[in-house]
């Protein structure tokens, strides 16, 4: 019993100390939780209380106008699209034939389609319309290109004595005229360009084998052609309807909306476009044929090619039918021919297209110019050709997807739950094998989508 209360005593004395030090540690800790004073030689009193706050400074984000920011996000997003296009057209002009080539096999599939249509109707199987036509589509190509170079060279002897002769007399006229021009300066000219010709035999003979490359080109895009062209017409609507398994499951639906109106753009525009290239050819052959022109049937062909591309294939192949004229008549006969040119041409822009094309293909001519320009420009003729018709595709394409877009938001807009992330979206219809999409497109529910389709918007 002695040895209980010094036990109770030594607990006591350590609980004591625990608590001494407990204390001596808070006190440390709260002396170095308080602010120290920097000196330089003295201490500095703290600010007094009355002193102002120093304003914190505005997120760098917020410091910018609104302006500059909405300039800044457009600006990165084009310098993406923009590389985005440029990596695209180097791969197109990488592979520029293959492209060029089933661009062609596209026209002459949107030309020849309807011909596969129409025999289709009348209970012909689908391999043997597409053969028949394809068939008689290239047979009749081929006996225009065998006429015009057959007419070339039946006619060339006669053209060459006729330009020899018109040269002399515009020798003479020249050596006649109020310009003072004498024989030695024509001579001299004569020689120059004699001399020019000869110095440069190395870059002719390497055009000449250029020349050759690109009739090997020429040849092998011209099969690529045809074989596209075979599997467009056959199988074209299988072909469209994999190409729509690529595109986002979210866009889907307007893109098989936007294929046949794009589809039947470009088949109006092709049809309308030969129709009148034909009616230009009749013609101004027939003019030429009346006014004594040689070679009035292939400056014909020639004017019908010409008219594929928008007004500056017209002025070319008008320009050419006065200057032949010129040199192998006279000039009283290349004005006749300069008048038939400028009428009919005048009868095609103001009657012949607004009536056959219609609102179809309607482009601006400013748009036309721009598109012709950059076509020639990236890819030559080929390109000079095709650039208006995909300018027309776009014009239809961008306008049915703008009139999809506003029905869409309006229907979200009258849901009374509005959409939801897992609300199923409907399937769209199957395309018709008809065409690759189909030249009579089946149109949407609602007003706004088929006004989309003629390309006007």
């Known amino acids: 019993m002695s040895r209980v209360p010094s036990w109770l005593g030594q607990v006591g004395a350590e609980l004591t100390r625990m608590s001494a030090r407990l204390e001596e540690r808070r006190a440390e800790a709260e002396a170095d939780d308080e602010p120290v004073a920097t ?53 197109i002009s990488s592979v520029q034939l293959v492209v060029m080539s089933f661009v062609i096999a596209l026209l002459i599939t949107a030309l020849l389609q309807p011909t596969v249509v129409r025999l289709k109707g009348y209970g012909v199987p689908r391999g043997l319309a597409t053969a028949l036509t394809a068939i008689a589509g290239f047979v009749l190509m081929g006996l225009v290109g065998w006429f015009v170079v057959w007419q070339v060279m039946e006619n060339i002897d006669d053209l060459s004595n006729r330009v020899t002769d018109g040269i002399n007399e515009l020798k003479q006229w020249l050596l006649n005229s109020p310009f003072h021009v004498t024989e ?23 055009a000449g084998l250029q020349g050759v490359t690109v009739m090997v080109e020429f040849l092998t895009g011209m099969f690529l052609a045809m074989f596209s062209t075979l599997f467009l017409m056959y199988d074209g609507s299988k072909i469209w309807q994999w190409t729509l398994k690529l595109v986002p499951a979210q866009a889907r639906e307007g893109v098989a909306g936007a294929g046949p109106r794009a589809w039947h753009t470009l088949t ?33 062909v020639f004017i019908f090619l010409g008219a594929f591309i928008p007004l500056v294939g017209a002025v070319i192949s008008g320009a050419l039918a006065v200057v032949v004229a010129l040199v192998t008549q006279d000039v009283f006969t290349a004005l006749m021919v300069l008048l038939v040119v400028l009428g009919v041409q005048q009868i095609e822009g103001h009657v012949l297209q ?103 918007r």
């Open 268 to 300: 109006a525009y092709v049809r309308g476009t030969v129709l009148v290239a034909l009616i230009d050819a009749i013609f101004i052959g027939l003019g030429l044929y009346f006014l004594d022109v040689p070679l009035a049937v292939p400056l014909a």
């Open 184 to 206: 030695d300066q024509i001579n001299g000219i004569a020689k120059s360009l004699s001399d020019a010709v000869g110095s440069n035999t190395e870059e002719i003979t390497s």
């Open 354 to 456: 607004p009536f056959i094309l219609g609102r179809a293909v309607r482009v601006h001519p400013l748009a036309v110019v721009l598109a012709v320009a950059i076509g020639g420009l990236v890819a030559g003729i080929g390109g000079a050709v095709v650039a208006v018709p995909l300018v027309a595709v776009t014009n239809t394409v961008v306008g049915y997807l703008r009139a999809y877009s506003q029905e869409q938001d309006l229907r979200n807009s009258l849901s009374p739950h509005g959409p939801t992330p897992t609300e199923p979206r409907p399937t769209p219809a199957p395309v018709p094998a008809a065409s690759v999409p189909p030249t009579s497109p089946t149109p949407t529910a609602t007003p706004a989508s088929a006004e989309a389709g003629d390309g006007t």
């Open 39 to 91: 000196t330089t030689g003295a201490d500095i009193p703290p600010p007094p209380a009355y002193a102002p706050g120093v304003a914190t400074r505005p997120d760098p984000v917020a410091a910018i106008p609104w302006g500059m920011r909405v300039a800044g996000e457009a600006a990165w997003r084009l310098l993406v699209l923009g590389g985005l296009l440029w990596v695209l057209m180097r791969v």
